[in-house]
């Protein structure tokens, strides 16, 4: 069935045309390359480890259908400004009451590394900071995507079903229950073991798409132009990726091969027995990895005065985040920062702003973002968008608005206890503090929020930028 954005859907005969093509190709086919699928052919399929697999391996084999795919999400309607925009400096009316800045105590234990499987494994590698290793069963090594088409998906699939592939389950669930891994750091370690598996890219993706499958995940692989691609079922919503729907289920294209450009892939609609997670990205702890510290210190000028802000950071949970997609807002404004950095920053702070008024110490915090950094837009800084997490904001030396604005609503947030609201525009991001002080603001679910605008230089808490001011924004996020 072809299923266009309307849903409209019209018949496919995809595997009559692949068995044709095969057929024609087999007089091609070198001596090795042939004898080398007669041996895959002749791995005995009758011996599933799962009695599911041998009734799922019967849809892979039956006619599989062209899906066209959905426009990709855009992170925003307009272009973000090229440059800052900045207003005079004006000290503020110092209002409300003393703060009284509380650092917490720091994890001493800087390099946490956990041993794990001290015995001799067939497979190792460094896996952001932290070293593991498997045991890797010689029937799935053997599994390969040949012919390439979706013959070849059924080959692999009947290989690696009818292998011991249940001990490396085991050796996985024992690493993600070490290092606290979220469904994201599970598809980033099982990538990694493929990787070590197999050369062939297309081969990895079918490995990873049958180890999550087995791990209840609802994942579907797709073909285009003859290559492998993963498609994740998420509840989360990720832009810059070619989606599809299944069962009004939406799917993100996960996968080298793929952008936001794909049209159209060509798959089965059957859904594993079992198989229902979707892939979260919310990050509620961040993963224990070996620890990878290293120190900076940032300065800024206020009314003549340098002040200077210094943190660790962990670069193996830089390295991490920078795997991510673009996914939805609230997984950046709600994931923990680094308790290491969180707390370095606030005890750089606290000589500062401890027993200042409300109002200034607020205010400190936000030029501190607004000026610690160089303003500068995804493409031009990484070629692509990208949202940063609060952490990756005080790693790189530039950033733009809505990495600002993430930053600054933890500060905010941690230090003050206040409730914080990103605010989203066409063009631009602000934020929005729930705090009674005069100034420009805005409604959000039906509170009044102070705007404070970590991209407008020099402009104090309650001030905006006059395109925005009294204008409300579009969406917003709030901080839990």
């Known amino acids: 069935m072809q299923q266009n954005r309307v849903g409209e859907q019209n018949l496919y005969s995809l595997f009559g045309l692949f068995s044709l093509a095969f057929i024609l190709l087999v007089p091609s086919l070198g001596a090795k390359s042939f004898e080398d699928f007669k041996r895959v052919q002749n791995i005995s ?10 009734e799922f391996s019967k849809y892979l084999k039956v006619q599989w ?32 009451p003393s703060i009284s800045i509380f650092v917490k105590k720091t994890d001493d234990n800087l390099s946490r590394y956990i041993k794990l499987h001290n015995d001799k494994k067939d497979i190792r590698f460094d896996f952001f ?16 995507y040949y012919p390439q088409n979706q013959l070849g998906v059924s080959n692999f699939f009947s290989v690696v079903a009818s292998s011991e592939y249940g001990d490396l389950l085991d050796e996985i669930d024992s690493v993600i229950d070490n290092l606290k891994l979220n469904d994201w750091g599970i598809y980033q370690l099982i990538t990694r073991i493929s990787q070590k598996i197999y050369i062939s890219e297309d081969d990895r993706k079918l490995f990873v798409w049958f180890m999550m499958t087995k791990m209840g995940y609802d994942i579907k692989i797709g073909l285009y132009q003859k290559h492998i691609i993963l498609m994740f079922y998420s509840k989360d919503k990720l832009y810059l990726k070619a989606n599809f729907i299944f069962n009004k289920k939406r799917f993100y294209v996960i996968s080298e091969y793929a952008n936001e450009n794909i049209e159209k892939v060509y798959t089965y609609n059957h859904i594993y027995p079992g198989a229902i997670k979707p892939l979260k990205f919310k990050l509620n702890e961040l993963p224990h990895f070996q620890r990878d510290i290293h120190t900076k210190t940032l300065t800024f000028k206020e009314f003549g005065k340098i002040y200077d802000i210094s943190y660790r950071y962990d670069k193996n949970l830089i390295d991490f985040m920078a795997t991510y997609p673009q996914v939805d807002y609230k997984i950046y404004f709600n994931t923990p920062m680094s308790s290491i950095t969180l707390n370095d920053i606030v005890a750089s702070m606290k000589k500062y702003i401890d027993n200042k008024k409300a109002s200034s110490a607020i205010n400190f915090v936000l030029h501190f973002v607004q000026k610690s950094f160089k303003y500068e837009r995804d493409q031009e800084q990484f070629g692509k968008e990208k949202v940063m997490f609060a952490d990756e904001v005080l790693f790189y030396k530039k950033s733009d608005c809505e990495d600002r604005v993430i930053l600054f609503s933890h500060l905010i947030k941690d230090i003050f206890h206040f409730s914080v609201a990103g605010l989203k525009y066409k063009d631009h991001m602000s934020s929005g503090l729930y705090i009674p002080m005069n100034g420009d603001s805005v409604r959000v679910a039906g509170r009044r929020f102070v705007v404070a605008d970590p991209t407008y230089i020099n402009a104090n808490v309650g001030q905006s930028m006059s395109k925005y001011k009294n204008k409300a924004p579009i969406s917003y996020v709030l901080v839990k």
């Open 45 to 54: 399929f009758d011996n599933y480890k799962d009695k599911r697999d041998s």
């Open 65 to 96: 259908n062209e899906y066209i795919s959905n426009t990709p999400f855009k992170l925003y309607e307009k272009q973000k400004p090229k440059s800052l925009v900045s207003t005079f400096q004006k000290s503020i009316k110092s209002v409300g």
């Open 129 to 144: 900071g932290q070293d593991v290793g498997f045991n890797v069963d010689i029937g799935y090594k053997s599994a390969k």
